[in-house]
């Protein structure tokens, strides 16, 4: 067994926290408990607001994300906190397994970021269909309005989606797929 005393010191905590959000992105599980246990914050933010959570699962990080979840990382993140959640990343990048799992862990589908967006609006925005009626069967609101007056209707428009828009301004938003 080695002696404590002959160990190296430990890297800053802001080296220790650089790792965490390179393991986070990369799919580094077998560094994670390590750097949790050498007192990383699980709920440490990055300059943009994100977590390791965001981080992990924003990558596909599907295994990484499962992890932090169950060593207590909080699915939302900081309630007060505006940026986007892990749901809304997951949601416009098309990673329906990790949306699933988000959303089986908790996570808020009608939380709202800083513009008032919701992971709904990220869907539409990049037309993930699968997604989109995921959200909308776990109680997703697509009448939200964000900030600047957009709704899921009028954002799938925007971006030339016109069959998300008409899905939406219709209100038929609870059947059929979304392409």
């Known amino acids: 067994m080695t002696d404590v005393r002959e160990l190296p010191p430990l890297p800053p905590i802001e080296r220790l926290v650089e790792l965490m ?14 750097l949790l ?9 990055d300059a943009r607001g994100y977590t390791p959570l965001v981080l992990a699962s924003y990558n596909a990080q599907e295994s990484t994300t ?16 505006t940026a986007n959640t892990a749901l809304m ?14 959303i089986a862990a908790g996570a808020d589908v009608n939380r709202r970021n ?11 925005l990049f037309n993930q269909g699968a997604i989109i009626d995921l959200l909308i069967e776990q109680g997703a609101d697509p009448a939200v309005v964000d900030a600047a007056g957009n709704s899921v209707a009028s954002l799938a428009m925007s971006q030339g989606n016109a069959a998300l828009a008409a899905r939406f301004a219709e209100g038929s938003h ?3 797929s979304a392409g």
């Open 89 to 102: 990343g997951v949601c416009f990048k098309g990673y329906t397994p990790i949306a699933r799992m988000l």
């Open 37 to 45: 246990q050498a007192g990383v914050d699980i709920e440490v933010t």
């Open 174 to 176: 609870a059947s059929g």
């Open 66 to 81: 499962r992890l932090l979840l169950d060593a207590g990382a909080r699915v939302d993140g900081d309630p007060a906190s």
């Open 21 to 34: 959000f390179d393991a986070a992105r990369m799919g580094r599980d077998e560094m994670i408990p390590a």
């Open 114 to 124: 800083g513009v008032g967006q919701t992971a709904l609006m990220m869907a539409a």
